[in-house]
């Protein structure tokens, strides 16, 4: 039997379950997710048929590009999803699960962009832009 993930934005306006794979994170770089959350993303993914939102009317949907849309708790502001307009997956911040999620962080992207206040020294493959090949759970 398949493991359910759940988890929430900050006042628990929004839920979300998810029954199946996880990918293991991507901490993204990039200046949009630096903007949006103050540092950079932390995020897994799950396919979209695995993924159940509660309280969707609660989302707002921004178009941070022409290519993705980024989803947000209009309550709270909690940042709780990434989705690219043409694919079946969405990814999720991995901040907003309840529980620990057992997946860890496996690769840097957009590291071009990183503020340069910090430094990335876990050894971890970065890349200055997307990675090579996206990862499907």
Known sequence: MAEIHAGSCNCGQVTFSIKGNLRD?????????????G??????EAKDADLIINGA?????????????R??????GS???WKHNEL???SILAGAFDRPINVKITEHIFCKDRSRFYDISDGLPQY??????????
């Not at 989803?71 to 709270?76: A, N």
Request: proline share 7%; hydrophobic share 30%.
């Open 25 to 37: 994170i991507m901490a993204c770089h990039c200046s949009q997710c630096r903007k949006q959350s």
């Open 39 to 44: 540092l950079y993303f932390a995020a897994t």
């Open 57 to 69: 009317e609660h989302i707002t949907w921004y178009s941070a590009s022409e290519a993705a849309k």
């Open 71 to 76: 989803g947000f708790c209009r309550t709270c």
């Open 79 to 81: 940042t709780l999803f």
């Open 88 to 90: 079946d997956r969405t």
């Open 128 to 137: 200055d832009g997307p990675p090579p090949i996206l990862k499907t759970p």
